[in-house]
C-alpha cells in the first residue's frame, strides 16, 4: 500500500492531475487510480515510466515508510 500512497503524493507534489500522468504514462484514468488506491501494482515498465515523469529514482518511489 505503501507504493500507493508514494505514487499520489509525488504526482500531487509534481502538480499533475490523475488525468495528466494517465495519460503521459500511457495508462488509462481507471488504471492509475486503481494504482493509486492499492487495488492494481503497476507492471514495472509502467513504474519506471511513471518515475521518470515524476522525476524521482525508482527506489524512492518504492521506498516504504
Do not use: W
Not at 509525488?10 to 495519460?23: C, H, I, V
Not at 494504482?35 to 525508482?58: C, F, Q, T, W, Y
Request: zero cysteines; aromatic letters at 4%.
Amino acid at each position: 500500500m505503501h507504493l500507493a500512497r508514494r505514487i499520489r503524493a509525488f504526482r500531487k507534489l509534481k502538480g499533475y492531475t490523475q488525468q495528466e500522468l494517465a495519460d503521459k504514462s500511457g495508462v488509462s484514468l481507471a488504471i492509475l487510480g486503481a494504482m493509486e488506491r492499492g487495488n492494481r501494482h503497476p507492471e514495472d515498465r509502467i513504474l519506471n515510466k511513471i518515475a521518470d515523469i515524476l522525476n524521482v529514482s525508482l527506489s524512492e518511489l518504492k521506498l516504504p515508510k
